[in-house]
């Protein structure tokens, strides 16, 4: 415990940063979905134990046939087109993109503020009103969910 602290002490004084670059690499699930990390790939996906065995089965199946198991997620969303079989596919597991944005709004003293809008909308609505303003960075990506019903339902 010592020897951490002094070398956490240590980057402090000559100014490195410690940083995770992890963070976003993250699988979690509650009694609805599945939530995967903006920055995991279909490779790390296949490797984590966290990630329920059907969605694997339909990563190698039918999410393999339009893309590189290498590519992240958030990569193949921005590129994805509703002819591709993959869109069917993630639009039958009820897949959802969570997304942030900074909006202006005058307050009730006339000063402008900038507030965070965080919402949750359906691949389709995702690729309709977001995908562009993504792709030049004025919206983010925060992660992804998926169905567990729909994902049981789902026959491979």
């Known amino acids: 415990m010592r020897q951490t602290v002094l070398i956490i002490s240590h980057f402090r004084e000559t100014g490195m ?5 992890d963070d976003f690499k993250y699988v979690l699930q509650d009694t609805n979905c599945v939530y995967f990390g903006r920055e995991l790939t279909y490779a790390e996906m296949m490797d984590k134990e966290d990630v329920p065995f059907k969605f694997k089965a339909v990563i190698s199946v039918h999410l393999a ?5 290498s590519t992240k997620m ?10 591709m079989f993959s869109y069917r596919v993630l639009e039958q597991l009820k897949l959802t993109v ?9 307050g009730l003293n006339g000063k402008i503020k900038e507030k965070w809008i965080h919402k949750a909308c359906s691949l389709r609505q995702f690729c309709e009103e977001y995908r562009s303003q993504a792709a030049q960075g004025e ?3 925060e992660d992804f969910s998926v169905s567990k019903l729909a994902l049981m339902v789902l026959s491979i």
Request: a neutral charge; one cysteine or more.
């Open 17 to 21: 940063d410690i940083q995770n670059k």
């Open 65 to 69: 046939r339009d893309i590189d198991l």
């Open 74 to 83: 958030a990569d193949h969303i921005l590129t994805i087109s509703d002819s």
């Open 98 to 106: 969570r997304v942030c944005y900074k909006e202006q709004k005058k």
């Open 139 to 141: 919206v983010m990506i």
